[in-house]
């Protein structure tokens, strides 16, 4: 069965500085999807950036991108320039590309960050 | 646009009453999918359903209940609630990618 790990319960970052949120991930499969969504206080779920498992360009979008690397099954989100609008709760994900799944997500137990003013 | 609609947003219940937590999307979605998040943890699959009439059951699928008769609609059912259900639960939807979530519906039972 496919899991997914994020090491770190809690995180702290300066505002304006740059920080790394580590996943990692176990599956037997090769085509899938990775995600990170982060939940604010709010309790929306806010998607932050996917990854196809079969572009080895890591996907960015704007101050948010990702280090993928498939044969350590790690995926780790870096935010730069942290603004205090990103203190939240970040969940790593992880999907199989194939009907078997029906597209369901696996969810990490998450990574609280807080950014200092 | 409306996307992902749940309610209520809150709920508590007495341990061994029923409800049904609705959900609603508006964009056609066929892929629909309920969720529970228990205290400081992640996100786990409770069912979902690939079209109207289809449902299957995930990854913690007991004391729960769900029907799709329609696309929009995805209700889940608590029949006998136990303190064990006490968490938030997501719905969501889907076509392509990504899922759209709903805002949760903070459940307690007491």
């Known amino acids: 069965a496919q899991t997914v790990t994020q090491s770190q319960p809690e995180m702290s970052v300066q505002e304006a500085e740059t920080v790394t949120l580590s996943c990692t991930y176990d599956?037997?499969?090769?085509?899938?999807?990775l995600f990170w969504y982060k939940q604010p206080p709010s309790r929306q779920m806010i998607l932050v950036i996917r990854?196809?498992?079969?572009?080895?360009q890591n996907a960015t979008e704007n101050r948010f991108s990702v280090n993928f690397q498939k044969a350590a099954k790690s995926f780790s989100l870096k935010i730069s320039d942290s603004q205090l609008g990103d203190a939240a709760m970040y969940f790593c994900a992880y999907r199989m590309n194939y009907g078997g799944s029906q597209g369901n997500l696996i969810f990490g137990k998450g990574t609280k960050l807080s950014v200092k003013p | 646009n409306a996307g992902v609609t749940q309610t209520p947003k809150f709920r508590i219940l007495k341990i061994g009453q029923s409800m049904t937590l609705q959900c609603t999307q508006d964009m056609n979605h066929n892929y629909m999918y309920w969720y529970r998040q228990d205290p400081g943890m992640g996100l786990k699959l409770i069912y979902y359903s690939v079209g109207a009439g289809i449902t299957d059951k995930g990854e913690v699928p007991n004391g729960y209940n769900v029907s799709r008769s329609t696309t929009e609609d995805f209700p889940l059912r608590l029949e006998l609630a136990a303190p064990s259900q006490t968490s938030v639960y997501f719905c969501?939807?889907?076509?392509?990618?990504?899922?759209?979530f709903g805002d949760g519906t903070r459940l307690s039972i007491l």
């Open positions: 969501a939807s889907k076509a392509g990618e990504p899922q759209h």
């Open positions: 990854q196809e498992a079969y572009k080895q």
């Open positions: 599956t037997s499969e090769s085509d899938y999807y």
